[in-house]
């Protein structure tokens, strides 16, 4: 699907940043009585690279048998996968949380009816944040899903489009400049 950007400047991304992460964490914020702030959820302060799509790099559709799936629709294979991947349940207890809010869109990425992966991307008026990308070790899924992340994007009709990754995640930071992200700035953000 064909994606047109816009440019935007380092105080606009910074600016649309904030909005997103302050969205995402009012889900949580939604039932103070049982939250204290982002850290009960789990979530941490971290340097965290802030990246910005700048041209939508040709995606190769996916071969093969992935399948990709509203997250709303499989939840119960969205938690067992999320549960086996980051035991305790805390991480899918926020994802949860997540899918309640409209502006959110998620995905689940399955091959062989298996969850690879999960990813989540986040309206903010005309931009969209990535927020969210787990794939599975070794499965080769976040490209994928990352192209169909942005396909949503570019059928919401967005002009811009932000990603983040951890400072020291050479994996995704490559997978993110390979499809056309360019960093940004760093800074410390919730994680």
């Known amino acids: 699907m064909n994606l047109t950007v816009l ?3 380092t105080e606009q991304t910074e600016r649309l940043f904030t909005q997103a992460q302050e969205r995402w964490l009012a ?3 939604d039932e103070a009585q049982e939250s204290t702030g982002p850290g009960d959820w789990g979530y941490f302060q ?3 690279r802030i990246w910005v799509l700048r041209h939508r790099s ?3 559709s996916p071969t093969g048998a992935w399948q990709f799936l509203p997250a709303r629709a499989a939840l119960r294979s969205q938690e067992e996968f999320l549960n086996e991947l980051h035991p305790g349940g805390l991480l899918a207890k926020r994802m949860l949380r997540h899918l309640d809010d409209p502006h959110v869109d998620a995905l689940l990425a399955r091959r062989d009816g298996q969850v690879q992966a999960i990813g989540c991307l986040l309206g ?3 931009a969209a944040w990535v927020s969210t ?3 599975r070790p070794g499965s080769n899924a976040a490209g994928p899903l990352l192209g169909q992340l942005l396909d ?3 059928r919401g009709q967005v002009r811009h489009i932000l990603a983040d990754s951890a400072a020291s995640d050479d994996e995704w930071s490559a997978l993110l400049a390979r499809d056309g992200f360019v960093e940004v700035f760093c800074r410390q953000a919730w994680t």
């Open 7 to 9: 440019p935007i400047s």
């Open 27 to 29: 889900t949580l914020a």
């Open 46 to 48: 971290a340097r965290r």
């Open 58 to 60: 040709p995606f190769a």
């Open 124 to 126: 903010i008026g005309q």
């Open 133 to 135: 990308l787990i794939a």
């Open 152 to 154: 949503i994007a570019a």
